[in-house]
């Protein structure tokens, strides 16, 4: 049994979900928590960031009276994703915020910071870090997360290239404490077999973009619910970062999505590459490659509601 912090023991349901860049907000995320799983949205997607304060108290509060009326079934806790590359001019802000409401869980990407684990540590908080393959997997605890977020093959945005098999199964060789796994997660049966391959948690994000709270367009959402699979391209043009995403964004732009080029892998930026005026993730838009099994777009509620359904089916079929 792996070694979980109270925060995250006793969740309802072992699925976190994913911080959406742009997409995630207070709506979804609290929805998400009142659902019994870990909602997570990520800093940046306050702007300006002032309004970050604004949004902490938002979530905190309605999630405190979501408890107050349902003490039988309290709210999952909520997490916020803290991008540690250098070109992140907010971090020192950001994690002020962090640290004034006590946010139970944050995920940090994109680097790994002593002195970020430690100011979480400092209140109380649990550190989980992104991580595509076993080396980065070991700075990230040596440097004091509590736990990692296995990002595997399939996963939408900044996605790894390991097999979900592999890169559980060489991080539970050395570390017994919190792993969730993400990539292609989107179903009840999905979220049963991350248990089964040594993860706690799955890690689930592009199912919720289909959702009523999710702040993406009609036409984001519509393209989850009709792509695939197939409709998923695998590239680092539109952030100097491999990342997956949806084909039909990319022809949008006026890009063969089949022939994308390479971008310059030490820079880091969010145009769309090779002149374009479209922005990653705004027009670009993210994705990973479970969507096949979203059919629709729902509230959050009642997404989560499947999942659970889905997760106790499959557990009683394996009986």
Request: hydrophobic share 45%; aromatic share 6%; glycine share 10%.
């Given at each position: 049994m792996s070694k979980l912090p109270a925060t995250l023991q006793n969740l309802p349901l072992p699925i976190i979900g994913s911080p959406l860049f742009i997409i995630s907000n207070p709506k979804l995320v609290i929805?998400?928590?009142?659902?019994?799983?870990?909602?997570?949205?990520?800093?940046?997607?306050?702007?300006?960031?002032?309004?970050?304060?604004?949004?902490?108290?938002?979530?905190?509060?309605?999630?405190?009276?979501?408890?107050?009326?349902?003490?039988?079934?309290?709210?999952?806790?909520?997490?916020?994703?803290?991008?540690?590359?250098?070109?992140n001019d907010r971090l020192e802000h950001d994690m002020e915020m962090a640290v004034k409401w006590k946010?139970?869980?944050?995920?940090?990407?994109?680097?790994?910071?002593?002195?970020?684990?430690?100011?979480?540590?400092?209140?109380?908080?649990?550190?989980?870090?992104?991580?595509?393959?076993?080396?980065?997997?070991?700075?990230?605890?040596?440097?004091?997360?509590?736990?990692?977020?296995?990002?595997?093959a399939g996963?939408?945005?900044?996605?790894?290239?390991?097999?979900?098999?592999?890169?559980?199964?060489?991080?539970?060789?050395?570390?017994?404490?919190?792993?969730?796994l993400s990539g292609a997660i989107a179903t009840g049966g999905a979220v049963l077999a991350a248990q089964a391959m040594g993860a706690d948690f799955a890690y689930i994000g592009s199912a919720f973009i289909a959702t009523h709270e999710a702040r993406a367009s009609d036409a984001y959402k519509q393209a989850i619910v009709d792509g695939s699979s197939d409709d998923i391209v695998y590239s680092n043009l539109f952030t100097g970062v491999h990342?997956?995403?949806?084909?039909p964004s990319i022809r949008a732009a006026?890009?063969?999505p089949d022939n994308l080029p390479e971008s310059d892998p030490t820079k880091m930026n969010f145009g769309g590459g090779e002149g374009s005026k479209s922005k990653a993730w705004k027009d670009i838009w993210g994705c990973g490659q479970g969507i096949g099994a979203v059919t629709g777009v729902t509230s959050t509620a009642e997404l989560v509601a499947r999942l659970a359904r889905e997760y106790r089916e499959t557990k009683a079929r394996l009986l």
């Open positions: 929805e998400q928590c009142k659902a019994g799983i870990v909602g997570a949205m990520p800093a940046l997607n306050a702007r300006p960031a002032s309004q970050l304060d604004e949004w902490l108290h938002e979530i905190t509060e309605a999630l405190a009276a979501h408890d107050r009326a349902h003490p039988e079934r309290p709210a999952a806790p909520f997490a916020i994703n803290q991008i540690v590359h250098k070109s946010v139970p869980v944050i995920i940090t990407s994109l680097g790994a910071r002593t002195d970020v684990n430690d100011a979480i540590h400092g209140y109380g908080g649990v550190v989980l870090h992104d991580i595509i393959n076993n080396t980065f997997a070991r700075k990230a605890i040596e440097k004091g997360a509590d736990g990692l977020v296995a990002v595997a996963a939408g945005g900044h996605a790894g290239v390991k097999s979900p098999f592999a890169l559980v199964q060489e991080i539970r060789q050395w570390f017994d404490g919190p792993v969730a990342g997956n995403y949806l084909k006026g890009l063969d």
